[in-house]
T-cell receptor, first 112, second 114 residues
Framework: EPEVTQTPSHQVTQMGQEVILRCVPI?????FYWYRQILGQKVEFLVS????????KSEIFDDQFSVERPDGSNFTLKIRSTKLEDSAMYFC??????????FGEGSWLTVV | GENVEQHPSTLSVQEGDSAVIKCTYS??????FPWYKQELGKRPQLIID?????GEKKDQRIAVTLNKTAKHFSLHITETQPEDSAVYFC?????????????FGTGTQLKVEL
């Protein structure tokens, strides 16, 4: 069964450093997403991406965040200057367009 | 925007009993309601979903009901087993031109005791 894959699985970074989280969505999917989950809390929407542009973003997705699809397979989330409160599990997800959204295994980001 | 509330936050049942988790949503335009199971440190996994043109859907021991008028939907797990222990999240979304954004509930920690 095809899966959404994410790298790295875990990253520790110094406050103020830039982080890039990478994702390979399911190959025939058209819609891509990033969600995050702070430890012990619910999953929160960050951004959706369709047709090579952001289609929707949440209040969390401020100027320090950006997304990119640099080639035909990868989908990245960049956090420009990390803060302590950015520590969370970041999930990439993709959707063919029929509502069902499939999540990757997550990238656990720890900012120290 | 959409707001999804979920109850209870924790639920303990004996193996073999049924478990029911309830969610309410605020946006009457929402039309898709998935349920995800999340084991510790793992990805949310879709276990069942329902669309607003259907009132009930069943898949083996799992069923979901939807009341559009009252804007609430519920997950029912029958004959619970220890491997059902996990956090369950409900979610709601409405389809838009750019895909759909899931708004999650706060989760229910289900513990199935032997």
């Amino acid at each position: 069964e095809p899966e959404v894959t994410q790298t790295p699985s875990h990253q520790v970074t110094q406050m103020g450093q830039e982080v890039i989280l990478r994702c390979v969505p399911i190959s025939n999917h058209l819609y891509f997403y990033w969600y995050r989950q702070i430890l012990g809390q619910k999953v929160e929407f960050l951004v959706s991406f369709y047709n090579n542009e952001i289609s929707e973003k949440s209040e969390i997705f401020d100027d320090q965040f950006s997304v990119e699809r640099p080639d035909g397979s990868n989908f990245t989330l960049k956090i420009r200057s990390t803060k302590l409160e950015d520590s969370a599990m970041y999930f990439c997800a993709s959707c063919e367009g029929t509502n069902t959204i499939y999540f990757g295994e997550g990238s656990w980001l720890t900012v120290v | 925007g959409e707001n999804v509330e979920q109850h209870p936050s924790t639920l303990s049942v004996q193996e073999g009993d049924s478990a029911v988790i309830k969610c309410t949503y605020s946006d009457s335009a929402s039309n898709y309601f998935p349920w995800y199971k999340q084991e510790l440190g793992k990805r949310p996994q879709l276990i069942i979903d329902i669309r607003s043109n259907v009132g009930e859907k069943k898949d083996q021991r799992i069923a979901v009901t939807l009341n559009k008028t009252a804007k609430h939907f519920s997950l029912h797990i029958t004959e619970t087993q220890p491997e059902d222990s996990a956090v369950y999240f409900c979610a709601a979304s409405k389809e838009s031109g750019g895909g759909n954004k899931l708004t999650f509930g706060t989760g229910t920690q289900l513990k199935v005791e032997l």
